[in-house]
Every structure is written in structure tokens, then in C-alpha cells.
């Protein structure tokens, strides 16, 4: 179990640039929700995005080789045609 967080304010960094806009674009998501989570959910949210990273990459795979099979399968059916 995670410890508890004792300071759940973020602090400004000397970058000049306010953290509610960094925020916006995390995770590939441009959403002005973001700059209300706290640290807690935005832990929760990386582990979420990796994990939805990780599936999009396997149906990704999937999908190429679906469409392997289909050329493949054309290509036969373009050969008995033609016999």
C-alpha cells in the first residue's frame, strides 16, 4: 500500500511556466480536467496510460497480422480464379 500524501499542493517551478498548463498535456490528453487532479490520481492516471499504451500496441499487432492473413488468403483466391 502507498504511503500517505502529506502535501498534496503542487508546488510552482522556477521554469516560469504555470503547472495547470504543463498538466493539460499529460498522458497524450489535452484536457483542462487535468489540472484539478491530484498527485494521487495523476499516479493512478500514468499506470492507466501505459497500461492502455501497452493494449493499443497488442490490437495494433493483432490487427497487422489479420491483415496478413487476409492478402494472404486473397492472393490464393486470385490463383484458383485464375486455374
Given amino acids: 500500500m502507498a504511503a ?3 502535501n498534496a499542493s503542487c508546488p510552482v517551478k522556477s521554469t516560469g511556466q504555470r503547472p495547470a498548463e504543463k498538466r493539460r498535456d499529460l498522458f497524450g ?3 483542462k480536467w487535468l489540472r484539478f487532479a491530484d ?12 497500461r492502455i499504451e501497452r493494449r493499443k500496441a497488442l490490437i495494433a499487432d493483432d490487427h497487422a497480422e489479420r491483415l496478413r492473413i ?7 483466391m486470385q ?3 485464375m486455374h
Avoid: M, T
Fill in 4 to 6: 500517505p500524501i502529506l
Fill in 29 to 31: 490528453l489535452k484536457a
Fill in 39 to 50: 498527485e494521487r490520481q495523476l499516479r493512478r492516471l500514468a499506470k492507466l496510460h501505459v
Fill in 70 to 76: 487476409q492478402d494472404c488468403c486473397v492472393k490464393r
Fill in 79 to 81: 490463383r484458383e480464379r
